[in-house]
């Protein structure tokens, strides 16, 4: 059995088609007005801060060149027909990679600890106005500074080493993962905390049991990712002489070791992947559990 598909005549019909051209025509129109002023903005900005295309394009060589470079062995051959003299630090080199590492999961476990406890007193479902606005701008603070300088002031406070890394990234990490703790426990379910807080549960008791079940999870997600982040971040905290393979990495820059600069560079790359696959996997078993 077959059904007729019925048409509108022609003098109801095209009401309609008008009324949709206009409408498209509309919503192109404020595509392209909206593409014009963006692209007008970025070539505004990239004046006022001086982007020149021609330089680029004069000067791209020199940056390729560079790469050329640090892949050539002092004597003009590829850093991969001689992997022994490419690496030749490679036991120095690793000792400062596993400093780095161990900088990185310092500074995140201390900025988590602290960030955990923040983030009760910022959430807007179980804290006071005041205790939250205090709560809220010590973590913006915290994450607005750049963890590079705060590890340049720890360094000329403490001296160089590693503790300048790990107290700059614990810092920065408190107030990226408290936030982000924070919008996770502004999100839960209340009818638990509810029911805790009617029975006469204290406030431990109603954070432990009503609160952490729904959120463990997505904690954990998050701090492993600051892990990751923070390892990258670690990995130049040695310019400042925060310690870790980064104050290696820019010695060999300034004193033009080409071959060096490559393999820091690649066992940093190396790492990052490995630490990569790592947590992906961890977060895979996260979510499998929660």
Known sequence: MTAAIQTLPDRQLAPLLQSYR?????????????????????????????????????????????????????????????????????????????????VAYTGTILGALVGFLACFAAA???????????????????????EIVFALIFVLAFGLGPMAGVLALAIHTLGALG??????????????????????????????????PQVWSGFATYT???????????????FVGAGGIGQELLTAVRKFYYPDVSAILMMIVVSVFVLDILTGIALKRLNKVG
């Open 22 to 102: 206009e409408a498209v025509f509309a919503r192109r129109l404020r595509f392209v007005i909206s593409a014009v002023v963006v692209l007008g903005c970025v070539a505004l900005a990239s004046w006022w801060v001086g982007f020149d295309l021609g330089l680029l394009s004069a000067k791209i060589g020199t940056f390729t060149n560079y790469f050329g470079r640090i892949f050539t062995l002092d004597d003009g051959k590829p850093v991969l027909s001689d992997p022994l003299e490419w690496y030749w630090g490679f036991g120095k080199w690793v000792k400062l990679l596993g400093e780095t590492l161990l």
């Open 124 to 146: 807007s479902n179980l804290a006071g106005a005041k205790t939250r606005w205090v709560a809220r701008r010590l973590l913006e603070f915290c994450r607005t500074v750049p």
């Open 179 to 212: 936030k982000l703790y924070t919008e996770i426990v502004e999100n839960i379910d209340m009818k638990p905390v509810e029911g805790i807080i009617s029975t006469g549960g204290s406030r431990a008791e109603t954070i432990f049991y009503g609160v952490l």
């Open 224 to 238: 492993l990712l600051r892990f990751e982040i923070n390892f990258r971040g670690a990995s130049i905290m040695g």
